[in-house]
């Protein structure tokens, strides 16, 4: 199967910090991939260079088959990509948002309402498409994300941290949202929650330190979590999946 997602030998370097570290990922149409790790691993610096907004110190990025360093432009078209936080633009009424995002992505009035439609539908923002983003709720500012991400019906999203700050009815909606988008997409996305990628990833990967620590199913993962860590917290995960590959007497990082 052809993938949608190719980065080789991902490298981002800060000064002095190695952010990233060799990294390879290969996401195939269909495939939801989590993408975990402790704070500072390189998570949103990877998901930054995948989406074009930081340049690779090494490496390549092929996003639909298009070159990202080559294509920016072409490139950029294959993703929508919702990143932490709400989104910009406080002051916009929802369906001025949608609409001026969907002039951007180059999309005639008549084709930009009628995708407007079906993302409304989509990720239910009927109720409140005259209401200012500013003064949605948590999950309603998410859910706005999420329709700017998939206004031009891209076969990649990329999602930083997607259920961030919502309550537990949000979350169930948006993971049961994202389990249906991943059946035909690649869907890479960030998350620190295990039970979330447990609901909606096909495939998880850790990362430490800029590089990968695990990379298999989300049963795999399950599996080689400790007995009684709690759901939520990947800590004892990532501590113990480091320790099983620690050489013996080095110290745990
Ligand atoms: P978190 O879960 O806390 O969001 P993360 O896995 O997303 O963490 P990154 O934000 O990618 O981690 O950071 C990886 C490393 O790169 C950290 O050491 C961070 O301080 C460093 N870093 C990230 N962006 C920059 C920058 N613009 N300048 C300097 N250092 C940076």
Known sequence: MTNLVD???LHRRFGAIHAVRGLDLHVPPGQVLGFLGPN???KSTTMRMLTGYLAPTEGSISLAGIDLARNPLDARRTF??????????????????LAFIARARGMDARAGS?????VVERVHLGDVLHQRIETLSKGFKRRVGLAQALLHDPPILILDEPTDGLDPNQKHEVRELIRQLGTERAIVLSTHILEEVEAVCTRAIIIRQGKILFDGTPSDLEARAPA???KNKMDHVFRSITREQQPRGEPIG
Do not use: K, N
């Open 7 to 9: 980065a080789v030998g």
């Open 228 to 230: 009684g860590v709690t």
């Open 40 to 42: 500072g691993a390189g």
């Open 80 to 97: 929508g990509y919702l990143p932490e936080g709400a989104p910009c633009y406080p002051d916009m009424r929802v369906d001025d948002f």
């Open 114 to 118: 009628g995708r407007i439609t079906s």
